[in-house]
């Protein structure tokens, strides 16, 4: 059962459910349920996801392998990067919404309870000022080189 923003509702994180991703010896788990899910969100491109995969992909940005579309714990990452431990999540019209504001808030509170770091962006900033986009996500990574 999907939920808004990639979200599956009631999931049991027992270990018989959990995959785990290793990001630098920390363990990422996912519910394999929603890999096929992924590759549905991957099939169906937004806009605002085309314009900045273009930037992204094939370690474009800065020699960093990104992955779009990327289950993490009970949701799927816009963009996901394992050695930068980003996370880049566009958000549409329907995230001016009560409840999908209340679902990106327990998305980005867990995913950072892992020690992710979310990147927010809307749609609009990505097709009207890609440039300050792909800026601010080249100064997370050259804070996080710093580290």
């Given at each position: 059962m999907r939920?808004?923003?990639?979200?599956?509702?009631?999931?049991?994180?027992?270990?018989?459910h959990i995959i785990f991703h290793n990001v630098r010896r920390k363990i990422i788990p996912y519910n394999p349920?929603?890999?096929?899910?992924?590759?549905?969100?991957?099939?169906?491109?937004?806009?605002?996801?085309?314009?900045?995969?273009?930037?992204?992909?094939?370690?474009?940005?800065?020699?960093?392998d990104f992955h779009r579309q990327k289950p993490l714990l009970n949701f799927i990452a816009d963009f996901?990067?394992?050695?930068?431990?980003l996370v880049i999540e566009l958000d549409g019209y329907t995230h001016q919404f009560e409840e999908v504001?209340?679902?990106?808030?327990?998305?980005?509170?867990?995913?950072?309870?892992?020690?992710?770091?979310?990147?927010?962006?809307?749609d609009e900033d990505v097709m009207k000022d890609i440039n300050n986009v792909l800026?601010?996500?080249e100064i997370y990574i050259e804070e996080f080189e710093k580290q």
């Open positions: 939920g808004v923003g990639g979200v599956l509702n009631h999931f049991d994180y027992s270990p018989k349920k929603l890999k096929e899910l992924a590759r549905q969100l991957r099939n169906n491109i937004t806009k605002s996801e085309i314009r900045l995969w273009r930037y992204l992909k094939g370690k474009q940005m800065m020699g960093y996901f990067c394992h050695e930068l431990k504001i209340a679902k990106d808030k327990i998305k980005q509170d867990e995913l950072e309870s892992l020690g992710l770091t979310v990147l927010r962006f809307t800026r601010t996500i």
